[in-house]
C-alpha cells in the first residue's frame, strides 16, 4: 500500500506564487508516474501536471500550461507543484496521485489534498 501526504497550500494573493509537496511513502517499487489533481467547488477532479518518475519527463494541461511546474525529488519520494501567478479563480483542493504501472494502470490517490486560496 502507498501513503501520499501532500503540504504546502494555504493562502496566497493574487499574482503571488506557491508550492505544493507530496510525498509518497509505502509500496512504491512499481512506481511509474505521480500527478497532480486539482478539484473545485461542484467540478470533477481534473489532472493538471504530471511526470515520469524515472526520467523526470512532465506534461501538463492546457489550463496548467505556463504557470505551473511540476518535479519530483527521487531520493525523497516527493513530488512537487511549483505555481505562480495566481488568479482569483483558482482556488482549489490539490491532490497528488500515484501510477503503479505503465499500462492502463488508473491513478491512485491516498491524501487528504491540500487547499489553496487566492485573495484579490
Known amino acids: 500500500q502507498v501513503q501520499l501526504v501532500e503540504s504546502g497550500g494555504g493562502l496566497v494573493q493574487a499574482g503571488g506564487s506557491l508550492r505544493l509537496a507530496c510525498a509518497a511513502s509505502?509500496?512504491?517499487?512499481?512506481?511509474?508516474?505521480m500527478a497532480w489533481f486539482r478539484q473545485t467547488t461542484g467540478k470533477e477532479r481534473e489532472s493538471v501536471a504530471r511526470i515520469l518518475w524515472s526520467k523526470g519527463l512532465a506534461a501538463y494541461s492546457d489550463s496548467g500550461k505556463g504557470r505551473l511546474t511540476i518535479s519530483r525529488d527521487s531520493a525523497k519520494s516527493t513530488v512537487y507543484l511549483y505555481m505562480n501567478d495566481r488568479k482569483p479563480d483558482d482556488p482549489a483542493v490539490y491532490y497528488c496521485?500515484?501510477?503503479?504501472?505503465?499500462?492502463?494502470?488508473?491513478?491512485?490517490?491516498g491524501g487528504q489534498g491540500t487547499q489553496v486560496t487566492v485573495s484579490p
Open positions: 496521485a500515484i501510477q503503479l504501472g505503465r499500462h492502463a494502470v488508473p491513478w491512485s490517490f
Open positions: 509505502g509500496r512504491t517499487c512499481s512506481r511509474y508516474a
